[in-house]
């Protein structure tokens, strides 16, 4: 089968890797010259993720794998299409959908009768049916579900092990009508292969959920119930804090009991999902009064940690002047990703707070830190606090001698180890002083 995926990013590029695996020829996509260059030069194009250069060295090897700019002529080719296009929310939280509309205009132009298209990018519900349907249709001429297949798929991976999750979590496919679900269904139980789970009421696999708006709805809920549970978990934090009550302790008690898991809280999570998924609900559904409260509590955790720090060094006005360190540019450890990061809200608090800020990050070089607006912090300068926003490993062996003359630390997710720090004020979000 050839297939044509959409979007060489940290989800489509592992994606392609995975049906080129399965034996399949792919063409893979991208508007980005360079991009396209290394991964037909078997290089990846970024680091991080799990497998993927030696996967990658070893489909393109083969010829099972290759990448262009010309989308519309790799569709063409195409027996299915699989769409990966980045979507995001302005700041009123209405989706932006430029980018996929201009891929899905040159999908149509190469579409041919019989071919599955796939949209794999987390949407608002009803967006397959009416918006990209119509498209498909006036740019190919074909009739949806009758020329050709439709369906949404939501990616339900993480950066850093998406082959590990293409495995283990089951993979929903939805339809604009049965001809292309049971399409669907067929494909991806072609490319894909599913760890033994017995944990699971229904056998892991490729799952019918029947229309394209429950797929759709099915990953919206999920991601949105995670931005609420966060949200609750951050929310104890706040009043265990006055409370003088470790909010873990407190979790991990009542996640031994037959409920939902309780995340630990933390500052905001970024990447692409939980900040974002939640607003396309919202569209949706404008009158979730608990799903637009939970969003706004996550979005101001890093403004809450910056308080800590403050409080912990004397005052609201303490930290004027004050040189301050903070540790993660990522949204989260191991990954190199800074989209919706709580960097960005740590930095402005603490500017609005007369700080002196600079950060550090071990998977950025000093070029890339500047080259997003921050003054890079090196081990071993001195500094008059910090606060810590990503959980990157090497931050657990770190110690007082990191930072010289430092005198108040906030762990936003209880990462480092106090006992390095003797003598420096040190607070954990949702532990109390």
Not at 129 to 142: C, I, M
Not at 314 to 338: Q, W
Request: with cysteine; glycine share 10%.
């Amino acid at each position: 089968m050839k297939i044509a995926v959409v979007a060489l990013g940290k989800i489509g590029l592992p994606l392609a890797v995975q049906f080129a695996k399965k034996g399949h020829h792919v063409i893979g996509c991208d508007v980005n010259q360079t991009t396209v260059d290394l991964i037909n030069a078997g290089t990846e194009p970024f680091p991080g993720e799990a497998f993927l250069d030696e996967y990658l060295k070893e489909t393109v090897g083969t010829g099972h794998l290759v990448a262009t700019t010309d989308t519309t002529s790799a569709v063409s080719q195409a027996d299915a299409v699989v769409i990966v296009v980045p979507l995001f929310v302005n700041e009123e939280g209405i989706p932006d959908f430029g980018w996929m509309d201009a891929a899905t205009e040159k999908i149509a132009a190469g579409l041919k009768p019989g071919t599955l298209v796939s949209y794999e990018t987390t949407l608002p519900v009803g967006t397959t049916r009416n918006r990209f349907a119509p498209a498909l249709e006036k740019g190919s001429g074909l009739k949806a579900g009758v020329d050709f297949h439709l369906v949404f798929s939501p990616e339900r991976v993480l950066t850093g092990r998406v082959f590990a999750d293409l495995r283990k979590y089951p993979k929903l496919v939805g339809g604009i009508n049965d001809s292309s679900t049971k399409a669907g269904i067929t494909f991806y139980e072609d490319v894909l292969d599913f760890d033994d789970r017995p944990d699971l009421t229904i056998k892991n696999g490729v799952w019918d959920l029947g229309t394209a708006e429950a797929s759709e709805m099915a990953k919206l809920a999920e991601t949105t119930y995670r931005d609420v549970n966060i949200a609750l978990a951050n929310q104890f934090a706040i009043f265990a804090e006055g409370a003088n009550i470790d909010i873990a302790k407190v979790i991990a008690a009542s996640n031994s009991q037959p409920y939902s898991h309780i995340h630990q809280p933390g500052i905001a999570v970024g990447g692409h999902c939980i900040p974002i998924y939640p607003r396309f609900y919202l569209w949706n559904d404008p009158e979730a009064t608990v799903v637009r409260s939970a969003r706004e509590a996550n979005a101001a955790m890093p403004a809450h940690a910056v308080k800590l720090l403050a409080d912990a060094m004397g005052g609201s006005d303490s930290l004027r002047g004050k040189k301050v360190v903070v540790l993660g540019i990522s949204y989260r450890g191991g990954v190199k990703e800074s989209a919706f990061s709580g960097v960005f809200g740590t930095v402005t608090a603490l500017k609005e707070r007369g700080a002196v800020v600079v950060v550090h990050d071990p998977m950025y070089s000093d070029v890339e830190i500047s080259a997003l607006g921050f003054t890079p912090f090196h081990l071993g300068e001195d500094c008059d606090a910090v606060i810590l926003q990503a959980d990157h490993k090497e931050y657990k062996e770190w110690t007082v001698n990191c930072f010289v003359g430092v005198k108040a630390i906030v762990d936003g997710r209880r990462t480092m180890n106090p006992a390095n720090f003797p003598g420096v004020v040190f607070r954990v979000i949702g532990a109390g002083a």
